[in-house]
C-alpha cells in the first residue's frame, strides 16, 4: 500500500520564478492538505482540498494556489517565488468521514523548495 | 501568542532514559491533540492522538493531555538511538480543521 508520494524530491528556482508540487494521497484517501515548514519551525498550513475544491485556507497569500483532480491527486502551485518560499513543502491525506478526519494525517516525505 | 508552544530543545539522553516531552496551547475549545515524529528529511509520522484529558498508551509510548493547565506531553519508556528525531505536538479544534503545530523538539538518545 503506497503511502503518500510527493514530486519532485527537490527544487531550486529563482526569484520571481512559479513553480508547481505534486502529490498522490494514501491509496482510499480522497482529502489532502498542503503545509510548509521552514528549517527549525513546525509545519504551517496552506490549504487544503476535498471534492476538486479548496475548503479550508490558512494565512498564505494568493501566491499560493492548488488543485485536486479526479483522482485525489493535487498540485501546489507558487508564484513570484520570494527567498522566503525557500522550506519543505509537504502534502497530507486523509480519508473524509463525514468531515475530514485530521486526527489522522498521513503525510509525504515533502519536496524541499530552494529559492536563489 | 502561538497556540502551541513547545521547547526546542535539543534533548539528549542516555540509551534507557525516560523521555519527557511538553507542549502548552493557548485555546480552551474542544479538539484534539496529536503527536508527531519527524525524522531529518522525512515528513511527520503520526504517533498519538488523543482528545481527552488523561493518559492514552502505545507500547513504549504515553500521551498525557491535562486540559485545566493547558499541558501535553509524551513520555517515551526505555529510550532507543532510534528514537532520536524532533517530535511535534499539534491540535486542532475539530476534526475537520487544519492543525495547528509546534515548533518541535529535537531529542537525541546516545548508546
Known sequence: DA?????P????????????LRCSPKSGHDTVSWYQQAL????????????????????FPDRFSGHQFPNYSSELNVNALLLGDSALYLCASSRRQGVPTNEKLFFGSGTQLSVL | QKEVEQDPGPLSVP????????????????QYFMW????????????????SS???????????VDKSSKYISLFIRDSQPSDSATYLC????????????????????TP
Open chain 1, 9 to 20: 524530491t527537490h527544487l531550486i528556482k529563482t526569484r520571481g520564478q512559479q513553480v508547481t
Open chain 2, 90 to 109: 499539534a491540535r486542532c479544534p475539530n476534526s475537520g480543521y487544519a492543525l495547528n503545530f509546534g515548533k518541535g523538539t529535537s531529542l537525541l538518545v
Open chain 2, 54 to 64: 488523561g493518559n492514552k498508551e502505545d507500547g513504549r509510548f504515553t500521551a498525557q
Open chain 2, 15 to 30: 540509551e534507557g532514559a525516560i523521555v519527557s516531552l511538553n507542549c502548552t496551547y493557548s485555546n480552551s475549545a474542544f
Open chain 2, 36 to 51: 508527531y515524529r519527524q525524522y531529518s528529511r522525512k515528513g511527520p509520522e503520526l504517533l498519538m492522538y488523543t482528545y
Open chain 1, 3 to 7: 503511502g503518500v508520494t510527493q514530486s
Open chain 1, 40 to 59: 527549525g519551525q513546525g509545519p504551517q498550513f496552506i490549504f487544503q482540498y476535498y471534492e476538486e475544491e479548496e475548503r479550508q485556507r490558512g494565512n
